[in-house]
């Protein structure tokens, strides 16, 4: 076992609540047709556009954005800007925040609470603050990408990401590098939960991790069962995906790196599977 289990099932738990929110925040932001057939659409805080693009290969831009963000933050790392990435690192958390906060609340209070946790995040370590945080996050990030994607273009999406992954995990070791600078760096996306460990005379400190794309990623594949769907639908996805979640941790080995997305996306897949032949 990757680690010991309470704090395995706390991870899960987590992953599923941000999966929750998610969802919540996703359906607040997705057109809604009233019974006399006019359509409305909550629109996104602080005049963000979403990119015009065709769902069906939406896929293909969104990737390469994502190529592109890696080889910013291996720059960052191999210059050591610290102050740089902890300035995207805020305005990224921020933004996010504030999307997700504008599904519940009026825009200025968003704001206003988007910024103070970012700052927390970014400045207070504190293990409450920033995985509430990071509950949050990503249903802000995947009210802007959800409906940019259909079914065919997110589960491609899905296989992208796993193999570039599985490259960056075991062959290339960026990802291994980019995790290791966000915690020398004291900022990381994605959930932390630190434990303690004793050994003869002085206890150490150890982390669990789980990335915050591993969050993400997976969160747009439910997102778009409920567009598509139902949220009962992306619920049962998402729990899936969290059940493949544990299977990783349970037979990972400590000390070691995985990537997860080939797994969780593998969950994604069977939960689709499973309300699209057995509960549809």
């Given at each position: ?52 693009l065709e769902e069906k290969t939406?896929?293909v831009p969104i990737f390469f ?144 991790i789980l990335g915050g794309g ?67």
């Amino acid at each position: 076992m990757k680690h010991k289990l309470p704090i395995t099932i706390i991870l899960a738990l987590l992953f599923l609540a941000s999966h929750f929110m998610g969802l919540i925040i996703i359906d607040k932001y997705l057109p809604k047709k009233l019974p006399t057939g006019e359509i409305i659409e909550k629109k996104l805080p602080l005049n963000i556009e979403r990119p015009i693009l065709e769902e069906k290969t939406s896929y293909v831009p969104i990737f390469f954005i994502i190529l592109i963000s890696t080889i910013i933050a291996l720059l960052l790392i191999k210059f050591q800007l610290f102050r740089l990435w902890k300035l995207w690192f805020f305005l990224s958390i921020a933004l996010t925040l504030t999307i997700a906060f504008s599904a519940f609340i009026s825009q200025v209070y968003a704001i206003i609470l988007a910024i103070i946790l970012a700052l927390l995040k970014l400045f207070k370590r504190n293990i409450i603050i920033n995985n509430l945080v990071e509950i949050f996050i990503y249903g802000g990030l995947s009210a802007i990408f959800v409906p940019l994607f259909n079914l065919l273009s997110i589960s491609i999406l899905l296989i992208l990401i796993s193999i570039y992954d599985f490259y960056s995990v075991f062959k290339s070791k960026h990802m291994i590098k980019l995790a290791k600078f966000q915690t020398k760096a004291k900022v990381f996306t994605g959930l932390n939960i630190p434990y303690k460990i004793l050994r003869r005379k002085k206890p150490t400190f150890a982390t669990a991790i789980l990335g915050g794309g591993d969050i993400g990623f997976t969160l747009f594949f439910s997102g778009v069962i409920l567009k598509e769907f139902n949220l009962i639908s992306a619920l049962i996805v998402s729990f899936i995906t969290m059940l493949a979640l544990l299977v990783l941790l349970f037979y990972g080995k400590k000390g070691k790196f995985y990537p997860a997305m080939p797994v969780l996306s593998v969950g994604c897949f069977l939960g689709y599977l499973i309300i699209r032949f057995i509960i549809t």
